[in-house]
Protein backbone atom coordinates (compact mmCIF):
# COMPACT_ATOMS: atom_id res chain seq x y z
CA UNK A 1 0.00 0.00 0.00
CA UNK A 2 0.98 3.20 -0.66
CA UNK A 3 -0.20 6.92 1.20
CA UNK A 4 -0.12 9.93 -0.46
CA UNK A 5 -0.68 13.02 0.98
CA UNK A 6 -0.78 16.57 -1.14
CA UNK A 7 0.49 19.98 0.36
CA UNK A 8 0.82 23.10 -0.72
CA UNK A 9 -2.36 24.50 -2.13
CA UNK A 10 -4.22 27.73 -1.32
CA UNK A 11 -5.41 30.88 -2.60
CA UNK A 12 -3.60 33.39 -5.51
CA UNK A 13 -3.67 35.58 -7.70
CA UNK A 14 -3.85 35.11 -11.02
CA UNK A 15 -0.21 35.12 -12.54
CA UNK A 16 1.06 34.22 -9.17
CA UNK A 17 2.74 30.78 -8.67
CA UNK A 18 2.42 27.70 -6.05
CA UNK A 19 4.15 24.69 -5.35
CA UNK A 20 1.95 21.63 -4.58
CA UNK A 21 3.95 18.45 -3.12
CA UNK A 22 3.10 14.93 -2.36
CA UNK A 23 4.41 12.88 0.12
CA UNK A 24 4.32 8.94 0.61
CA UNK A 25 4.49 6.63 2.85
CA UNK A 26 4.38 2.84 2.83
CA UNK A 27 6.33 2.13 -0.34
CA UNK A 28 9.29 3.62 -1.84
CA UNK A 29 8.52 5.83 -4.79
CA UNK A 30 10.72 4.36 -7.01
CA UNK A 31 9.02 1.88 -8.67
CA UNK A 32 5.82 4.29 -9.26
CA UNK A 33 5.39 6.72 -12.28
CA UNK A 34 3.87 9.51 -10.63
CA UNK A 35 1.27 12.21 -11.70
CA UNK A 36 -0.98 15.00 -10.82
CA UNK A 37 -4.73 15.27 -11.63
CA UNK A 38 -7.30 17.84 -10.98
CA UNK A 39 -10.89 18.42 -10.88
CA UNK A 40 -12.62 21.73 -10.55
CA UNK A 41 -16.13 21.91 -9.11
CA UNK A 42 -19.25 20.03 -11.54
CA UNK A 43 -16.30 19.19 -14.01
CA UNK A 44 -14.42 16.01 -14.62
CA UNK A 45 -11.39 14.91 -13.66
CA UNK A 46 -8.23 16.01 -15.98
CA UNK A 47 -4.83 14.99 -16.23
CA UNK A 48 -1.95 17.87 -15.50
CA UNK A 49 1.73 16.19 -15.52
CA UNK A 50 3.30 13.14 -14.98
CA UNK A 51 7.20 11.81 -14.10
CA UNK A 52 8.09 8.11 -14.89
CA UNK A 53 9.92 6.42 -12.19
CA UNK A 54 13.70 7.93 -12.87
CA UNK A 55 12.03 10.90 -13.56
CA UNK A 56 13.74 10.96 -17.20
CA UNK A 57 10.12 11.29 -18.66
CA UNK A 58 7.74 14.02 -18.07
CA UNK A 59 4.06 14.59 -19.68
CA UNK A 60 2.23 17.97 -19.50
CA UNK A 61 -1.66 18.55 -20.77
CA UNK A 62 -1.52 21.12 -23.04
CA UNK A 63 -3.24 23.63 -21.05
CA UNK A 64 -0.32 23.74 -18.63
CA UNK A 65 2.64 23.20 -20.70
CA UNK A 66 5.09 25.83 -20.14
CA UNK A 67 3.65 26.91 -16.82
CA UNK A 68 4.02 23.67 -14.71
CA UNK A 69 6.94 21.84 -13.90
CA UNK A 70 6.66 18.47 -12.05
CA UNK A 71 9.50 16.61 -10.78
CA UNK A 72 10.53 13.86 -7.88
CA UNK A 73 12.96 12.86 -5.51
CA UNK A 74 13.04 9.77 -4.56
CA UNK A 75 15.41 10.50 -1.80
CA UNK A 76 12.63 11.76 -0.02
CA UNK A 77 9.89 10.12 -1.48
CA UNK A 78 7.54 13.15 -2.55
CA UNK A 79 6.41 14.47 -6.22
CA UNK A 80 6.68 17.98 -6.40
CA UNK A 81 4.43 20.17 -8.85
CA UNK A 82 5.54 24.22 -9.64
CA UNK A 83 2.96 26.25 -10.87
CA UNK A 84 3.76 29.28 -12.35
CA UNK A 85 1.53 32.12 -14.38
CA UNK A 86 -1.72 30.57 -13.08
CA UNK A 87 -5.04 31.40 -14.35
CA UNK A 88 -8.26 31.35 -12.82
CA UNK A 89 -9.08 28.17 -14.29
CA UNK A 90 -6.28 26.61 -13.02
CA UNK A 91 -8.95 26.30 -9.75
CA UNK A 92 -8.97 23.12 -9.38
CA UNK A 93 -8.50 20.27 -6.23
CA UNK A 94 -5.18 18.71 -7.14
CA UNK A 95 -4.22 14.98 -6.45
CA UNK A 96 -1.31 12.97 -6.52
CA UNK A 97 -1.25 9.95 -8.56
CA UNK A 98 0.99 6.45 -8.36
CA UNK A 99 1.09 3.84 -10.36
CA UNK A 100 3.78 1.36 -11.53
CA UNK A 101 3.22 1.92 -15.28
CA UNK A 102 3.90 5.59 -16.74
CA UNK A 103 1.87 4.67 -20.03
CA UNK A 104 -1.57 4.39 -17.53
CA UNK A 105 -0.83 8.14 -17.33
CA UNK A 106 -0.83 8.60 -21.07
CA UNK A 107 -2.70 6.73 -23.18
CA UNK A 108 -5.22 7.97 -22.93
CA UNK A 109 -4.24 10.49 -20.19
CA UNK A 110 -7.64 9.85 -17.69
CA UNK A 111 -6.31 8.19 -14.80
CA UNK A 112 -8.19 5.28 -15.44
CA UNK A 113 -6.72 2.28 -13.21
CA UNK A 114 -4.32 4.52 -11.14
CA UNK A 115 -3.27 2.28 -8.35
CA UNK A 116 -3.08 4.78 -5.57
CA UNK A 117 -4.60 8.35 -5.40
CA UNK A 118 -4.24 11.11 -2.47
CA UNK A 119 -7.38 13.12 -1.21
CA UNK A 120 -6.25 16.33 -2.67
CA UNK A 121 -5.53 19.97 -2.44
CA UNK A 122 -7.38 23.33 -3.01
CA UNK A 123 -5.46 25.04 -5.13
CA UNK A 124 -7.82 28.70 -5.72
CA UNK A 125 -6.64 31.20 -8.50
CA UNK A 126 -8.32 34.73 -7.91
CA UNK A 127 -8.76 36.95 -11.31
Known amino acids: QVQLVESGGGLVQAGGSLRLSCAASGRTLRSYAMGWFRQAPGKEREFVAA????????YYADSVKGRFTIARDNAKNTVSLQMNSLKSEDTASYYC????????????????????WGKGTLVTVSS
Open 51 to 58: ISWSGGST
Open 97 to 116: AADPSYSTYINPPKGYGIHY
